[in-house]
Nanobody
Framework: QVQLVESGGGLVHTGGSLRLSCAAS????????IAWFRQAPGKAREGISC????????HYSDSVKGRFTISKDKGNNTVHLQMNSLKPEDTAVYYC???????????????????????WGQGTQVTVSS
């Protein structure tokens, strides 16, 4: 069964850290560019990071650059998002996503757009208290 499953969310205080995981089953995650999005209540889904297949080149939105790090764990078929210096405005449901048409591709030039991706995980909640 083809799946993306996010985990690692939770409740942290401002300044804290969390590491999110996006585990794939039914396919090899490193063959595709993988993106992380987040969606806060009442807001549009926001692309925050992408990691290319192969060379693992990464991209970040301005809102998380310098605080979040995306990485691959090829042995476990998982992509992680290390989140440091968390702020209340980081509170959201976090999703990983990919486009199955983009085998062995780098992140799209517009990797931050929701419409680029056709397969999503179910999301994991991150809450940052002030």
């Amino acid at each position: 069964q083809v799946q993306l499953v996010e985990s690692g969310g939770g409740l942290v205080h401002t300044g804290g850290s969390l590491r999110l995981s996006c585990a794939a089953s039914g396919f090899t995650l490193d063959h595709y560019p993988i993106a992380w999005f987040r969606q806060a209540p009442g807001k549009a889904r926001e692309g925050i990071s992408c990691i290319s297949s192969g060379d693992g080149r990464s991209h970040y939105s301005d809102s998380v650059k310098g605080r979040f790090t995306i990485s691959k764990d090829k042995g476990n078929n998982t992509v992680h998002l290390q989140m440091n210096s968390l702020k209340p405005e980081d509170t959201a449901v976090y999703y990983c996503a990919l486009d199955f048409d983009e085998v062995w591709a780098r992140c799209d030039n517009e990797w931050y757009l929701r419409l680029v991706y056709d397969f999503w995980g179910q999301g994991t909640q991150v809450t940052v208290s002030s």
